[in-house]
């Protein structure tokens, strides 16, 4: 399998520049997820590293071949749309060999390929249903048949599971797993789910208008986002984020929340050495990091519960800190009447992040 580097691409649609300049070095057998909200320029970016779009400026190597003016079919990488693209008139055998058939393989390697693939899918007893026949994950494992039999240097897979509903898509992200680790592919995956990009994603890329926010494994970007946008858009729930302003007590940086109850909560100490007496900041905590039942001695805030969201063993605290919306999670050992009467949480402060308010970054120094 074949790396892709991407260096410093952009992509304008006229004078309307959409990906600004990006750069992303994706090693063999990889599989780097590419996440973010609608219109960020996630797919732009797979499609310019398919051949699908052209390329502004900058230039995609696949292999160590820069492939800027390559037409999409001698790129050797093979993509898995979001729609399946199966011909409804050939069972799922012809769906699966119409590109080595393209390619005049001789009938014996494509049988072959067309058995193997199969096999490897769960697809064996479908190979002469039609399309309309196949559920949609059945559907989605043709398609990803299809990319396999032709054995590329790269796979891309554009957002793949999002016409399957909840239960399937929870599966599929299993099955695309197990194949990944199976065929050591490298792989470019695009999503807007971030469950999906935690789970399957070697490395993640979050993207945001054109630009690439963060690039790290799964667990990295959860635990030391590099900026606001990163933090709120992986977790669910995401994380709180709620203004403060330094102010230093006793030669120590405190955050007080914004709001004139004078509450505050002590900066930890990764954060504490970047921070000024007066600076406006925000406090990011997840809501896993808000104690229900927190130990007199620790920090903690007043607050009012508005909603408590039962979800079985845990259950979602929707409130407000000085008016200051937030989300905690709760174990339901309590009852639920005792939740929504929760007037003070604690604050695990060692978990607690803080973002400069005027740039959004992370006041910790990041490796």
Do not use: W
């Not at 990889?30 to 996630?42: I, T």
């Not at 590293?49 to 800027?68: K, Y």
């Amino acid at each position: 399998m074949s790396a892709v580097e991407i260096n410093d691409v952009v992509k304008r649609y006229g004078a309307l520049e959409v990906v600004h300049g990006i750069n992303l070095s994706i090693q063999p057998k990889e599989f780097v997820v590419l996440v973010g909200p609608s219109g960020c320029g996630k797919s732009t970016t797979l499609r310019m590293v398919a051949g699908l779009e052209d390329i502004s400026g900058g230039t995609v190597s696949i292999g160590g071949r820069t492939v800027n003016k390559v037409a999409p079919k001698d790129r050797d990488v093979a993509m898995v749309f979001q729609n399946y693209a199966l011909y409804p008139h050939l069972d799922v055998a012809e769906n699966i060999a119409f590109g080595l058939r393209v390619r005049r393989e001789k009938k014996d390697v494509v049988n072959q390929a067309v058995a193997e693939a199969a096999h490897i899918l769960g697809l064996t007893d479908y190979l002469k249903r039609k399309p309309a026949d196949l559920s949609g994950g059945q559907r989605q494992r043709v398609a990803m048949g299809r990319a396999i039999v032709r054995k590329p240097k790269v796979f891309l897979f554009d957002e793949p599971l999002s016409n399957l509903d909840a239960k399937l898509r929870t599966h599929m992200r299993a099955e695309i797993k197990l194949l990944h680790r199976r065929m050591e592919a490298t792989s470019i995956y695009v999503t807007h789910d971030q469950v999906e990009a935690m789970t399957l994603a070697d490395r993640i890329v979050i993207m945001n208008n054109g630009h690439i926010e963060q690039v790290g494994s799964p667990m990295d970007v959860f635990l030391e986002p590099a900026n606001t946008f990163v933090a709120s858009f992986i977790g669910s729930p995401p994380m709180n984020l709620i203004d403060a302003t330094i102010s230093m007590v006793d030669g120590r940086p405190r955050g007080v929340i914004a709001g004139g109850a004078g509450q505050s909560l002590a900066i930890p100490g990764a954060f504490a050495r970047n921070t000024r007496d007066g600076q406006a900041v925000k406090l990011g905590i997840r809501p896993e990091a808000m104690l229900v039942n927190a130990e007199a001695s620790a920090e903690a805030v007043d607050c009012i519960i508005d909603l408590v969201e039962p979800l079985g063993a845990e259950a979602l605290l929707h409130g407000r800190i000085d008016d200051h919306p937030f989300i905690a999670k709760a174990e339901t050992l309590s009852a639920i009447h005792d939740l929504a009467n929760v007037r003070r949480l604690g604050v695990d402060t060692s978990r607690m992040h803080v973002f400069d308010t005027e740039t959004g970054r992370t006041l910790k120094t990041l490796a």
